[in-house]
């Protein structure tokens, strides 16, 4: 079993930048893929990025290309999502996952943390 949790959400001007932290209990985070998803208010949830399990291989969604950065360090555990020129539209509750396929489907996560909301203001 294995727990996330994210931080570093907040409200922020466009333009601004945040960076999303995504905490893993277990010994095991290492082995896994590790992307970010978002939902928005009244939307479905969708792909952001994807990690792979040794950090080496990235996907992003192309809405957040050249503006977000994914990353991780398995000695300590923990993912990242830096956001750079964020905008209004990138405003939603933003959740980590882990699996064992690189994926942008959220049905291929195994599991996933309680999400942390992110609110670009114009």
């Known amino acids: 079993q294995v727990q996330l949790v994210e931080s570093g959400g907040g409200l922020v001007r466009a333009g601004d930048s945040l960076r999303l932290s995504c905490a893993a209990s277990?010994?095991?985070?290492?082995?896994?893929?590790m992307a970010w998803f978002r939902q928005a208010p009244g939307e479905e949830r969708e792909f952001v990025a994807v990690?792979?399990?040794?950090?080496?291989?990235?996907n992003y969604a192309d809405s957040v290309k050249d503006r977000f950065t994914i990353s991780r360090d398995n000695p300590k555990n923990t993912g990242y999502l830096q956001m750079n020129s964020l905008k209004p539209e990138d405003t939603a509750v933003y959740y980590c996952?882990?699996?064992?396929?690189?994926?942008?489907?959220?049905?291929?996560?195994?599991?996933w943390g309680q999400g942390t909301q992110v609110t670009v203001s114009s």
């Open positions: 996952a882990i699996g064992s396929v690189r994926s942008t489907a959220s049905v291929q996560y195994i599991y």
């Open positions: 277990g010994r095991t985070f290492s082995t896994y893929n």
């Open positions: 990690v792979s399990w040794s950090g080496q291989w990235t």
